[in-house]
């Protein structure tokens, strides 16, 4: 078992920044893949980013492309997403989410989720 807990939302002006923090424990090991998922009012979970735990290799939504950074700290079994930016289209639950082997964008194919946490950004 993985477990994650997700912290740093909050509100935010549009314009602003915003650093998420997902903290990983248990059955970490280094074939993981951790990403970064969202869900707004009325609308389906997407993919935001994801980063292999092992390498670092990363991966992104286009939406975020450029302005969202996803990444690690091994030594606190730790992925961050570090949002500038923020546009009030970013408002939404964002989950952290892990899975063993390789890399997808639909969250079917992830095993372990975090409890969320909100980002509101305002226009």
């Known amino acids: 078992q993985v477990q994650l807990v997700e912290s740093g939302g909050g509100l935010v002006q549009a314009g602003g920044s915003l650093r998420l923090s997902c903290a990983a424990s248990g059955r970490t090991s280094s074939s993981t893949v951790m990403a970064w998922f969202r869900q707004a009012p009325g609308k389906e979970r997407e993919f935001v980013a994801a980063?292999?735990?092992?390498?670092?290799?990363?991966y992104y939504a286009d939406s975020v492309k450029g302005r969202f950074t996803i990444s690690r700290d091994n030594a606190k079994n730790t992925v961050y997403l570090q949002m500038n930016s923020l546009k009030p289209e970013d408002t939404a639950v964002y989950y952290c989410?892990?899975?063993?082997?390789?890399?997808?964008?639909?969250?079917?194919?992830?095993?372990?989720w975090g409890q969320g946490t909100q980002v509101t950004v305002a226009s």
């Open positions: 980063i292999v735990w092992s390498g670092g290799s990363t």
């Open positions: 989410a892990a899975r063993r082997g390789v890399y997808y964008r639909d969250p079917l194919m992830y095993d372990y």
